[in-house]
């Protein structure tokens, strides 16, 4: 059970800036909200994450909906790198060993030149 | 960010043989790491949890028994497949999770098995 939900997949064109939404109306009062990132045959990369406020650092910002029942991962200027999965994530419990990153589909984001 | 690292990071082997893939926390220890596991065109699926010199916590649907995880160390944690099946042939990633308020998981860079 991933929690959120994401669209399939976007497009940009290089330069412009992109928005990447995520819903997530069953976030509790203390789930972060992180977004990572994944290039093809690589592990995840860590992008942003973000509880109330917004959130800025050098790869993108994070606008989180002040319900923090959704949020916006945006990059403010595509290149061809940034062409990714992009997943938006909350920790959840699994079994008897915490909580863990579950990972749903995430947004395909395709950067055209 | 911290660094995971992974070994291999691509392995061929055959039908019925085993084979043991290495995940490492470079510059951080882990208490708690995890193995996930991604088919082509899917999401990464968590296998299990594993913490220092605990037994590891499997997912449903997951065997113990042919997926052995030791957590040896804070700063490596191994996933043994044993008697491998073409099936079992898939992107295996190790994440390591960093202590402290935040928690923040680090990912290895993979490794991929493809078992003949």
């Known amino acids: 059970d991933a929690k959120t939900t994401q669209p399939n997949s976007m497009e940009s064109n290089e330069e412009e800036p992109v928005h990447l939404p995520c819903n997530h109306s069953?976030?509790?009062?203390?789930?972060?909200i992180h977004w990572y990132r994944q290039l093809p045959s690589q592990g995840p990369e860590y992008v942003i994450h973000?509880?109330?406020s917004n959130v800025n650092n050098r790869m993108a910002s994070l606008a989180i909906a002040e319900d923090r029942k959704s949020s916006t991962l945006i990059l403010h200027r595509a290149t061809l790198r940034d062409a990714a999965v992009y997943y938006c994530i909350l920790r959840v419990p699994v079994n008897q060993a915490g909580t863990a990153l579950i990972f749903g589909k995430g947004t395909t984001l395709s950067v055209s030149s | 960010g911290a660094v995971v690292s992974q070994h291999p990071s691509r392995v061929i082997c055959k039908s019925g043989t085993s084979v043991k893939i290495e995940c490492r926390s470079l510059d951080f220890q882990a208490t708690t790491m995890f193995w996930y596991r991604q088919f082509p065109k899917q999401s990464l699926m968590l296998m299990a949890t594993s913490n220092e010199g605990s037994k590891a916590t499997y997912e449903q649907g997951v065997e113990k028994d042919k997926f052995l995880i030791n957590h040896a160390s804070l700063t490596l944690s191994t996933l043994t497949v044993t008697s491998a099946h073409p099936e079992d042939s898939s992107f295996y990633i190790c994440?390591?999770?960093?202590?402290?308020?935040?928690?923040?998981?680090?990912f290895g860079p993979g490794t991929r098995l493809t078992v003949l």
């Open positions: 069953t976030i509790s009062g203390t789930d972060y």
């Open positions: 973000g509880l109330t």
């Open positions: 994440s390591a999770r960093k202590g402290g308020p935040f928690n923040e998981q680090f």
